[in-house]
């Protein structure tokens, strides 16, 4: 059974920065393929980055470019999303998912963790 946890997520103010880390486990991590997405209210839920089974491939959607990071550690089985400079419209519930291909459309990724809370105040 493949569980993802998500664990990192908190309170900060505009400009500071955090480090969510998802912990993957059910299945081989070197074939898995690791997005972050996140959820605000009323808002659909949206791709923030993603990376491909080695690490070669990445996405980071354009409002995070320059401030998120995605990558990955095959040692700890972990996916890490760095976030730097936040601003208050990052405020969301952050979900890492899987996916069994190499890099995948967002259609692909259909393991997914309990999500962290992350609130940035102006």
């Known amino acids: 059974q493949v569980q993802l946890v998500e664990s990192g997520g908190g309170f900060v103010q505009a400009g500071g920065s955090l480090r969510l880390s998802c912990v993957v486990s059910?299945?081989?991590?070197?074939?898995?393929?690791v997005g972050w997405f996140r959820q605000a209210p009323g808002i659909d839920r949206e791709s923030v980055a993603r990376i491909s089974w080695d690490g070669d491939t990445t996405f980071h959607h354009h409002s995070v470019n320059g401030r998120f990071t995605i990558s990955r550690d095959s040692a700890k089985n972990t996916v890490y999303l760095q976030m730097n400079s936040l601003k208050p419209e990052d405020t969301a519930v952050y979900y890492c998912a899987a996916s069994e291909s190499y890099f995948g459309q967002v259609r692909d990724y259909k393991y997914w963790g309990q999500g962290t809370q992350v609130t940035v105040s102006s």
């Open positions: 059910g299945r081989p991590f070197s074939n898995t393929a």
